[in-house]
């Protein structure tokens, strides 16, 4: 253990997407050594439906998803530093993977030593800036790990539903468009029906449980209401 260890924290999580078992067993059992809550993953679905880490090691070659395309769509979601993992030959894959979010990358085989040390690099970059965790009434709205609580509950939320609640929290109760949230959360160039908002805004005011916290303008979007912040939200009585 070097001076360094001490920068790992409990509460510093890394996502193992492995889908060779004994790399991934051996990476997992390093890490976790090394003091980092670790989840392993095989496959670039659970990497997406994973909940966010500080830090994902990615192997690009998933027997799923090809795992550039995870690599873009965890990079779409979330600010986790990303280290693409690769095969040796395959830098065309490692310069496309950078191009597309990742923060660095390893070479197979590496060495732990080498991993822990690009770990602590790209999170010393990585530093939260500004303030992370956005409060309204009951609701927490944790931007780095994408945890959201109402009062002492954890809310799970998919990642459609944080980013709608994220758009609506970056200005509170000013009126958020329907297109603005659709271009946010979806895709810059959203032309599908909008009613799949509708059913994402239901979902998440189901999962909230906050009355009057989502209010809809009809022909505008959506905006927070005004609420102030009580216990009586932290539970479903
Ligand atoms: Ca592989």
Known sequence: MNARSTEVTEQTRVLVVEDDRGIAD???RGLRQAGYTVEGVRRGRDALAAPTPDVILLDLGLPDIDGVEVCRRLRARSD???IAVTARGEEADRVVALDEGADDYLVKPFGLAELLARIRAVLRRRRPVGPQVVRHGPLALDLRTRQVTVGDRTVALTPKEFSILE?????????????QILERAWDAHWYGPTKVLDVHVAALRRKLGVPGLIETVYGHGFRLGELRPGPQHGAPS
């Open 26 to 28: 051996s990476l997992v």
């Open 80 to 82: 986790a530093a990303i």
């Open 167 to 179: 758009c609506l929290t970056a200005d509170p109760g000013r009126v958020v468009s329907r297109q």
